[in-house]
């Protein structure tokens, strides 16, 4: 662990500033090769290094740390790989008329100095995801991810230190006091991962040095299922969707709306999938992980205490484990709009389902909300999947499924006002963290230089035809 206490956080800030244009220079080959090296340590140095990290951490399987942490990075290096060369190409625009006589194009510059905060629940995603953006991009880094999962950071650093000199990227290890003096340094570019409420201080600090922000949040991200839906098949993914990582996911089912007839069903089909995903006993099962601490345990705890002191139904689960920061899956009924599980993002294996009689009331109460990081429809009706989409807004939206829009990079991941600003994966990272800095070069003698002063009446003809005309 590098050691940047008190003010050495600037020290390593200037000398990573110091630095920012030559890391801007270098070739898309060069940067491909840096890309290809963390993709090495990810998939063979320290794969089996970070496994372990994460199961120390909360208990994450083993495959769940491969498919949900370790490819989509790799996933994502590689597709880099394939498209840098053209991103970091001339960009040629058209030219208007008017400015006969020179050429326009754009050119994607690297920010400087940027900052990647990222959160707990998929450090190794959510830290070198927006790392890859960062290096394609050109930018010089520091990266700090949350002391929540201090095993996983360990070992992140041992990667970053291994592959980056320290004037290119570095890693911080240490508690929010970190961040807070982090946060004090003029960056070129911050991105941060985590809840709105914190996006707030990033983006306050930022605007200290109007420096530019990634805002990666979250929110409740409802799920709609219809009638004309194979309830059963929804049900599978769903429950797929919201006890990945054990429901810590930030583009997780939050609360699942049904119709009013399909309720009896949809808990029948949702005990089914839970036995076969997990066993009678989920506590004893290698395919569930945990709580990442004492604290989240407790919050969690609290919201279901609270829904059972309103009278809420508890269809499915409700039991905890203290020691072993365990919540099983549960569902819940009959929640009062005010409970704590209908007014804060869960974060967590707790599902609220609401019932209703027509698509009206759903689309009425998701309006009444903040924009959602994602917003699931389960329908074959195409009118009404055409209605809703049209009818609601979100970060992004999955049709018959759930989660699986953050896994295509041909998609800009992201959310909306409080749900987040900007977007990331493939080119739309990429854009994030660079300047598309406008260029146009005149060759010869254009139209705009026989309209300087003095003005005459021919020039003002002149004028009017254009004005007319192009």
């Known amino acids: 662990m590098i050691d940047y206490s008190d003010n050495r956080y600037s020290k390593l800030f200037d000398k990573q500033k110091s630095q920012q244009l030559a890391m801007g220079r270098t070739t898309y080959k060069e940067r491909i090769k840096k890309l290809k090296a963390l993709q090495t340590a990810l998939e063979d140095t320290y794969k089996q290094a970070l496994r372990d990290a994460l199961y120390k951490d909360f208990k994450k399987p083993q495959l769940e740390v491969d498919l949900s942490e370790i490819y989509p990075v790799v996933d994502e290096i590689k597709f880099v790989n394939k498209q840098l060369k053209s991103w970091l190409s001339k960009q040629k625009v058209d030219t208007p008329i008017t400015l006969l006589g020179s050429s326009s194009w754009i050119k994607n510059e690297s920010k400087g100095v940027c900052l990647i905060i990222s959160p707990w629940n998929y450090p190794i995603n ?3 995801g927006p790392l890859v953006s960062a290096i394609a991009a050109g930018n010089t880094v520091i990266l700090k991810p949350s002391e929540m999962t201090p095993h996983t950071s360990k070992v992140m650093c041992d990667i970053v230190n291994d592959l980056f000199e320290e004037h290119e990227v570095a890693l911080i290890e240490g508690e929010v006091e970190v961040s807070t003096e982090l946060l004090k340094l003029p960056f070129n570019h911050i991105f941060f991962t985590g809840s709105p409420q914190v996006g707030k201080i990033v983006m306050k600090a930022a605007s200290e040095h109007l420096t530019s922000v990634t805002l990666e949040l979250g929110g409740k991200s409802p799920v709609i299922i219809d009638d004309s839906s194979n309830l059963d098949k929804a049900v599978k993914k769903i429950v797929f969707g919201k ?3 054990v429901g810590q ?3 997780a089912p939050d609360y699942v709306f049904i119709n009013e007839s399909l309720k009896s069903a949809f808990i029948e089909s949702f005990k089914k999938h839970l036995k076969i ?3 009678e006993n989920p506590s004893h099962s290698d395919s569930y992980g945990r709580i990442v601490n004492q604290k989240h345990f407790e919050r969690l705890k609290g919201y279901l205490e ?7 139904t508890i269809a499915i689960g409700g039991a905890s484990e203290e020691k072993e920061n365990y919540i099983e899956p549960t569902v819940v009924f009959d929640l009062p709009e005010d409970s704590e599980l209908m007014q804060y993002e869960i974060f967590g294996p707790i599902l609220p389902v609401k019932t209703y009689t027509s698509m009206s009331e759903v689309l009425e109460y998701i309006n009444s909300k903040e924009k959602p990081l994602a917003l699931y429809i389960f329908s074959k009706n195409k009118k009404r999947i055409n209605d809703i989409i049209n009818n609601t807004r979100a970060g992004g939206t999955c049709i018959n499924h759930n989660l699986l829009q953050f896994q295509n990079h041909n998609l800009p991941f992201g959310g909306s006002n409080n749900s987040g600003i900007g ?8 854009l994030e963290f660079t300047n598309q800095r406008s260029v146009l070069k005149q060759h010869t003698l254009g139209a705009i230089d026989l309209l300087t002063p003095p003005y005459t009446d021919f020039k003002q003809k002149l004028v009017d035809v254009t004005m007319k005309w192009f």
């Open 126 to 128: 959510l830290t070198f």
């Open 243 to 245: 006890f990945l990582n």
């Open 249 to 251: 996911t930030c583009i």
């Open 277 to 279: 995903f997990f066993t």
């Open 306 to 312: 609270d829904a059972i002191s309103r009278n809420a």
């Open 423 to 430: 977007k990331s994966h493939g080119y739309f990272g990429f």
